[in-house]
């Protein structure tokens, strides 16, 4: 197989439709730079199956588009098709000629094709997989591959290895058989756990199923015999009823003529109790009109008795307020004289006193100025002596420097004179040196200001690429952190959510009416949750509230009042527990609730700490109402003290009710809060809403950092390509300059280093003469200070000793003073301390005596008020007297009038009353018999509904089967027989424990079916108008024998009553279930079967691998070895080595390469050349084991000189035989071995075009050049 041709269309720099055809042996392909030589290889590498824009030299999969010239339209496809011949046998196809092609658009989409057919990337790599050709394979080799491949990590090294052994297809396959091994494993493990959760079901199905077709049985025989035992009840029911109809028709006539007469009577009585009720509201009036006349001559007798004794308090009280007006008067006379005599002193020692304090403040202001002159004085002589001390100290100093800068002086002149020699001898070696610098210099700088843009550009992108991979990574770790939580909540919400649906923690019978109790069709869309679930209650009051709430909380609201009936009737019927249920009909609408106080020490009212829904708004204020929340037990019963009508909850649970019972302590129950249940879902269901929200927008983040970085890494490998032809340019004009900078740089520095030390010398000459000429001047100037500040102190002192003298004598005059104001100021306090009783004294006796002279004004007018109050009274009594006498006479004919109209009434009523009891009687008879009627009625609606609801058959129309019921009998009799016998023997063996369960089993299927559902259902209807005499009789004369019917009906409903809820679809349920098992049985045998045969295909597929990898990797050793020395001469020595011998199928690979001549070292430490004879070996070592179809080389004779080059030639003529061989080169010597040489060119800027040349045997040439305006076609 060879590489046949190249078609180019769009790609990078070909704009023009392009072919290139390859020959056998050695194809070249040359070009100045730039011109899209390397472009060839990328587009080979590209229709290979590349996907990293990074490694073509681009940011993006669509800049290898055409992107247009100052002339031309940018294009918005590229296509590239690679044409391979020789492929029958070798590829996995019959074709001979292959064609691969691949396309990309300017939106990014691309295609991969397959002789023109559309396939996937996938596709194309598993056709070339272990040919040694691809995207990655060793038959493309670069400059920047050679250092992927010597620099890269030992386990990255493996992959030529792999492809020369012919693995990467085996390797390919284990991998998709480890992946399919992990499905089959979660497989398993899921059907696993579904196949337990069937048995689990089944094991309970199979119970019930068997349990529903004993029902079944029993059900159908209580049928037959219930139904006939009702219809005969029914009938004689209906008899009964009848004749207690037409006594009761006979009964009501009766007592409705009775009715009649009554009430005629009592018409006339009725007229009868009017009068006499308007002769009693007569005798009323008066007697309320006499007792009124009484009462008020009563009150003023009394009124004035009261006026009279309170006249005479009133005149005592004014003789006693008149003497205490004299004794008060004397007391404030005297008391006045005595303030006025303390005022005159007070005055006297104030005026003292003011003249005190103003010495004090003159002696104060000359004392403190004789002070402050002694501080001024002082001060300046502790100045004057300071100064002098460091005047004299730089004196010393300013010696010592002035004998040291004459000494500096005189050796600088010294240095001076040596350092002119020296520089004038440098001089000259200097000029020398430069004009051999100068001209390479100038290069240097040229290269290296190109070298430090490129770098620079590199920076920065590599600064952006290294930020955006940490926020990536940092993003990484929240968006798992976040799936952690988020899985965490979600399974906790889901577990909470059954919990609450399976109402865990409630009672038997709440759980049952929760899942629907038998009939969950029509239970469950009634029942509307349990009073918890309508509650929401903060974290901190769960506990308080369920305390307070107790058992309520297992409460269930349903729809209405008769679904609440049937919900009780199915738990006692099913014995499922007990439950409280309230309908919502019965809860009355919500009222708005008074707010109370909240008394100290309590946290609040329960209902304010709670929010529900409408719904129970009532129920649950009816619950909470008068309960309070507070911190512990304790403050509930010290409040509860206070408040007896209201009950305490506390936060740790207790319970104190308004009648003072406690309950408390730890509950042995395990399920958990029921309220905090609801508030966990609540918070659990907002939580897990906003970490689904903010999830979506981290993994919308991560994916648009993703494609950043992608772009960044592409980015990075172009800037890095083009930096490195930079580098690889500019080192050879590096090396060169390198040894004459260095020289100029030594000649230079030392120059340096004598000028700026001549420099120095003499700027320090200068500084030292001046500093010596200030220096002496200084010294004479401080001299003469000195001498002035002697004088100066001397005069100070004397100034210091008077002041201190004057400072004394004004301080003791100041003291004098001060303590003859102080004996004032004492005396003026005493007298203050006694004048303020004085006037408070005075004070109080003026308001005595203003209020003796208001009280005595008051008295003597409330005296005359009564008096004048008195002589009223008296003429109102006698006006009443009169009154009271016509009113006593009038009342007593009324009386006697009244007396009789009641006599005649009472005679009336005791006749009426005599025909009443006779109604009575009537009415008690008619009653009792309608009672009984009622009863009758109320057993044959009973014996209806039972048979309705039971069997949905109305005995009206039900016609009695006379075969089916005794044939049923007849089986019940044989049964009972048998039972009783066998309890007989039983207990004569003293060894019987229980009864045989299966007796029904034993009953013919004739005699369960005789008598079917639907005969029974849809018996003939019979006329509406029909009644009890004309029901249908028993068409067989034989009357059943009912007693023994009855016993043995109660019996089997017992049986049927103690079987409990049956699940009457158990039976189809298995059934099914069975079906589902047996199907996930035999998938989970078809899955371990699979297992297992993947586990020995990977088995095989490491052994045989590990094998074939064994072979190829020791024949390319020995080859490497051989190949190296044949490069590098004999004396080279290299090696391969694995890292892991115990496991070569996955251990890292070390090249050892150690040239003649060199310690070993790392490869990263070889120069360019041995580096690319290094890889050149690894190369055809390779090639010697297994050769690929076709190798591009593109450049990898750069680094060589012409002695390597030739040596790589004489390699490359050994293999021309096995490969095809493409050159990108620049070498003159590589050109010459070429068969077919490709010129690259760009006449036009910015578009590729290629030249052919082929070489014959008698060196001649032939070349081609075809254009067209369209595309440019070499042939060879």
Not at 604 to 610: F, H, M, S, V
Not at 863 to 890: W, Y
Not at 988 to 1014: L, M
Request: hydrophobic share 35%.
């Amino acid at each position: 197989m060879f590489l046949k041709s190249l078609d180019i269309h769009g790609f990078k720099s070909f704009a023009d439709k392009t072919k290139i055809e390859f020959d056998e042996g050695v194809t070249g392909i040359v070009g100045p730079n730039g011109c899209g030589k390397s472009n060839i290889v990328d587009s080979i590498r590209w229709v290979l199956g590349e996907t990293s824009a990074k490694a073509l030299r681009g940011g993006e999969m669509a800049d290898v588009i055409f992107n247009g010239t100052d002339k031309r339209q940018p294009l918005g496809m590229a296509e590239v098709t690679l044409t391979l011949s020789g492929c029958s046998g070798v590829l996995d196809t019959d074709y001979d000629e292959v064609q691969l092609g691949r396309r990309v658009y300017r939106d990014g989409r691309g295609e991969y094709l397959v002789n023109k057919q559309p396939c996937r990337l996938k596709d194309i790599h598993n056709l070339l997989m272990d040919t040694g050709i691809g995207r990655s394979s060793y038959s493309i080799m670069e400059q920047g591959k050679i250092d992927q491949l010597l620099s890269s990590k030992p386990e990255d090294r493996r992959a030529v290895f792999e492809e020369a052994a012919g693995i990467t297809k085996f390797k390919s396959q284990k991998k998709e058989a480890l992946r399919k091994l992990d499905y089959t494993e979660a497989n398993l493990v899921r059907l696993r756990d579904i196949v337990e959760e069937v048995e689990r079901q089944m094991r309970s199905l199979q119970r019930q199923a068997g349990k529903a077709r004993r029902y079944q049985v029993l059900h159908t025989d209580v049928k037959v015999l219930d139904l006939h035992y009702s219809h005969k009840l029914w009938r004689e029911q209906r008899a009964e009823k009848a004749e207690l109809e037409t006594s009761i028709a006979a009964l009501r006539e009766q007592q409705d003529g009775l009715e009649i007469h009554v009430e005629e009577e009592q018409g006339a009585i009725t007229e009868a109790r009017q009068a006499l009720q308007e002769i009693d509201a007569r005798v009323s009036q008066l007697q309320s009109q006499l007792r009124e006349k009484e009462n008020a001559i009563q009150n003023a007798t009394n009124r004035i008795e009261f006026n009279t004794e309170r006249a005479h308090e009133l005149s005592v009280l004014i003789k006693q307020n008149e003497g205490d007006i004299d004794s008060t008067s004397g007391k404030l006379n005297q008391q006045q004289a005595d303030l006025q005599e303390a005022d005159h002193m007070l005055q006297s020692v104030d005026e003292k006193i003011a003249q005190y304090e103003g010495r004090v403040r003159e002696y104060e202001e000359g004392s403190q100025k004789a002070r402050q002159e002694r501080a001024d004085i002082g001060r300046k002589l502790d100045e004057l002596r300071r100064e002098r001390n460091g005047l004299e100290s730089k004196v010393a100093s300013l010696e010592a420097r002035i004998e040291n800068h004459q000494r500096q002086l005189e050796s600088d002149q010294q240095r001076f004179v040596q350092l002119n020699d020296e520089l004038s001898r440098l001089q000259k070696d200097e000029q020398a040196r430069n004009r051999d610098a100068e001209s390479i210099r100038k290069r240097i700088e040229d290269l290296r200001g190109t070298i430090d843009g490129l770098e620079d550009d590199l920076s920065a992108k590599e600064d952006q690429y290294h930020d955006a991979r940490r926020v990536l990574d940092g993003l990484q770790n929240d968006l798992s952190e976040f799936h952690r939580v988020f899985t965490e909540k979600s399974s906790r919400l889901e577990v909470l959510r059954q919990l609450v649906a399976e109402g865990e923690g409630f009672e038997k019978g709440t759980q049952a009416v929760l899942k629907g109790l038998d009939q969950p069709d029509l239970f469950q869309k009634a029942v509307r949750g349990a009073l918890a679930s309508f509650i929401d209650v903060d974290r901190e009051f769960v506990v308080a509230i369920e305390a307070a709430l107790g058992r309520h909380l297992q409460t269930i609201v349903v729809a209405d009042t008769l679904v609440a009936e049937n919900m009780i009737e199915a738990l006692r019927r099913g014995k499922l527990g007990k439950a409280t249920l309230v309908s919502e009909e019965s809860v009355r609408p919500a009222t708005d609730r008074q707010l109370l106080t909240v008394p100290d020490g309590a946290i609040g009212w329960a209902l304010d700490q709670i929010d529900c829904g409408e719904k129970v708004r009532s129920l649950v204020d009816q619950l909470l109402d008068n309960v309070l929340i507070v911190p512990d037990l304790t403050t509930a019963l010290n409040l509860h003290r206070e408040m007896r009508d209201v009950a305490f909850a506390t936060l740790g649970g207790e319970f104190v009710s308004a009648e003072g019972v406690i309950h408390g302590g730890v509950s042995g129950e395990e399920g958990g809060s029921f309220l905090q249940r609801q508030s966990d879902i609540r918070e659990l269901e907002v939580a897990t809403e906003t970490l689904a929200k903010a999830l979506d927008r981290l993994e919308d983040r991560r994916d648009n950092l993703v494609e950043r970085v992608e772009k960044l890494e592409d980015q990075l490998g172009s800037y890095r390509d083009r930096l490195q032809q930079r580098r690889v340019s500019c080192s050879t004009q590096e090396g060169q300059l390198a040894v004459v900078e260095r020289d100029l740089q030594q000649l230079e520095n030392k120059l340096e280093s004598l000028r700026w030390e001549q420099k120095e010398v003499a700027q320090r000459q200068d500084e030292l003469d001046e500093q010596l000429s200030a220096a002496q001047q200084e010294k004479a100037e401080t001299l003469s200070r000195i001498d002035a500040i002697g004088e100066e102190t001397g005069k100070l002192g004397n100034q210091l000793e008077s002041a201190e003298r004057n400072e004394a004598e004004a301080a003791e005059l100041l003291n004098e003073v001060k303590t003859s104001l102080a004996v004032e100021r004492q005396a003026r306090g005493s007298l203050v301390s006694q004048r303020e009783p004085m006037a408070g004294r005075l004070r109080e006796l003026e308001e005595l005596l203003t209020r003796r002279n208001t009280e005595i004004e008051s008295y003597r007018q409330r005296i005359a008020n009564s008096e004048q109050e008195s002589i009223s009274l008296q003429e109102t009594i006698e006006t009443a007297k009169a009154d009271s006498t016509g009113l006593s006479e009038e009342l007593n004919r009324v009386r006697s009038e009244r007396q009789q109209h009641a006599d005649t009434i009472q005679a009336s009523e005791s006749q009426m009353s005599e025909e009443r009891r006779s109604i009575q009687q009537i009415a008690k008879q008619r009653g009792q018999e309608e009672v009984k009627a009622a009863q009758i009625g109320i057993r044959l609606e009973q014996i209806e509904t039972s048979a309705r609801e039971r069997y949905q058959v109305e005995l009206e129309r039900f016609e009695p089967d006379s075969h089916a019921l005794l044939a049923v009998i007849d089986s019940q009799r044989q049964a009972h027989e048998r039972n009783e016998k066998r309890r007989a023997t039983l207990a004569s063996k003293q060894d019987g424990e229980g009864e045989d369960e299966d007796d029904d089993a034993t009953r013919s299927e004739g005699v369960s079916s005789a008598f079917d559902d639907e005969s029974a259902a849809n018996a003939a209807a019979s006329d509406d108008e029909s009644d009890a005499d004309n029901v249908v009789a028993f068409p067989d004369p034989a009357e059943p024998d009912w007693d023994f019917v009855e016993e043995i009906v109660a019996q089997l409903r017992s049986r049927l009553d103690s079987m409990g809820p049956v699940n009457i679809d158990a039976i189809e349920e298995f059934e099914e279930l069975e079906q589902h098992y047996q199907f996930n049985v035999q998938q989970m045998k078809d899955l371990e079967n699979s297992k297992e045969e993947l586990m020995r295909m990977i088995a095989r597929i490491n052994r045989d691998t590990r094998k074939m990898f064994g072979e190829t990797f020791e024949k390319i050793r020995v080859n490497f070895q051989d190949m190296f020395k044949e490069l590098f001469g004999p004396q080279a020595k290299s090696d391969l080595l694995l890292m892991d011998d115990g496991d070569p199928l996955e251990s890292g690979i070390d090249v050892i390469a150690k040239p003649p001549g060199k310690k070993l070292q790392s490869i990263s430490l070889l120069s360019g050349g041995e580096r690319s004879m290094t890889a050149v070996a690894l190369l055809f070592a390779i090639y010697m084991v297994k050769p690929s179809p076709f190798c591009v080389l593109d450049e990898l004779d750069a680094p060589l000189d012409d002695s390597n080059i030739g040596r790589f030639i004489r390699v490359l003529d050994r293999f021309i035989g096995d490969s095809q061989f493409i050159i990108v080169t620049h070498s003159k010597r590589t050109m010459s071995r070429a068969d077919v040489m490709y010129g690259v060119s760009m006449e036009e800027f910015g578009v590729s075009k290629t030249v052919g040349v082929k070489f014959t045997k008698d060196d001649t040439r032939e070349e081609t050049v075809v254009g067209r305006k369209d595309e440019v076609e070499v042939g060879a």
